[in-house]
C-alpha cells in the first residue's frame, strides 16, 4: 500500500474544549460590552446573505446553508460551490444538514438532498511555522501530485489578497510531494525529509508550484 506525503502552507482555527455560557445581560456576570460580534455575509464569501441553516461537523469545519447554496468556513473566510458540478449545492436554497455515523454530510436543498463526504484517510497538520503536511494513504507519487496541485490551483483560486508576496497578488501554495510503500525498514523521518526538501525544490524554482 502507498503513502504519500505533501508539505503546504495554512492557517488553524482554534476553538475552546468547553466554554461556559453566560447570560450576557445578566449584570453579576459578563457584560454585553465584552463580546466582539461580527458579521458574516457576501463580502465575506456567504453565497448569499439569507442565512437558513447552521451546522458544524465533526471536523470541525462550519457549513452555511443559504437561499442561494452552500459556504462552508475554512477558519478565515467562507469557501462557496460555484464552481462545482453538483448545482443543487452551488444555487439552490439549503434547508439543512446532517452528518451520519459513517462521517457523510447530508445537504437538504429544494431538489431533495446530497452527501458530501471528504477523503477517508487523509490527514493534515501544521508542523511549525507556515508548513502543513498531508498524508494520503492509498496514493501513488502521481496521485499525490495531482491532489497537490488540486490545492495549489483551489488556493489560487480563492484569490485572497496578498500584496506583500513577491510572487503573485494573492496568497499562494508551494508544495513538495514524496511517495513511498512502507516496510519493516521504511523510515517515517526519510518520507518526510523527501517531501521537505521537494518543497525547498518549489521554492528555489518559483513558488507557486509542486514538485
Known amino acids: 500500500m502507498h503513502f504519500a506525503l505533501c508539505l ?18 445578566d449584570p453579576s456576570k459578563m457584560a454585553v460590552t465584552q463580546y466582539k460580534i461580527d458579521g458574516w455575509q457576501i463580502e465575506q464569501g456567504l453565497s448569499q446573505n439569507t442565512v437558513q441553516s447552521v451546522f458544524q461537523a465533526k471536523d470541525g469545519y462550519l457549513w452555511v446553508g443559504t437561499g442561494g447554496g452552500v459556504a462552508c468556513f475554512e477558519g478565515i473566510r467562507f469557501a462557496t460551490f460555484e464552481d462545482s458540478e453538483v448545482l443543487e449545492i452551488a444555487t439552490r436554497p439549503i434547508s439543512g444538514f446532517m452528518e451520519d455515523a459513517e462521517g457523510r454530510l447530508w445537504i437538504g436543498h429544494s431538489r431533495g438532498a446530497t452527501t458530501y463526504r471528504n477523503r477517508a484517510g487523509d490527514f493534515a497538520a501544521r508542523i511549525g511555522g507556515e508548513e502543513f503536511i498531508v498524508l494520503i494513504p492509498g496514493a501513488d507519487r502521481a496521485a ?27 496568497v499562494t501554495l508551494s508544495l513538495g510531494v514524496a511517495a513511498a510503500v512502507p516496510t519493516a525498514e521504511s523510515n517515517a523521518l526519510a518520507l518526510v525529509a523527501e517531501a521537505d526538501a521537494a518543497l525547498y525544490s518549489a521554492k528555489k524554482f518559483g513558488r507557486n508550484r509542486v514538485r
Not at 11 to 23: E, G
Not at 150 to 170: F, G, W, Y
Open 8 to 25: 503546504v502552507a495554512a492557517f488553524c482555527l482554534v476553538l475552546p474544549a468547553q466554554a461556559q455560557v453566560v447570560n450576557p445581560f
Open 144 to 170: 499525490a501530485a495531482a491532489f497537490a496541485e488540486s490545492l495549489r490551483a483551489a488556493c489560487e483560486a480563492r484569490a485572497i489578497a496578498h500584496p506583500a508576496s513577491p510572487v503573485a497578488p494573492v
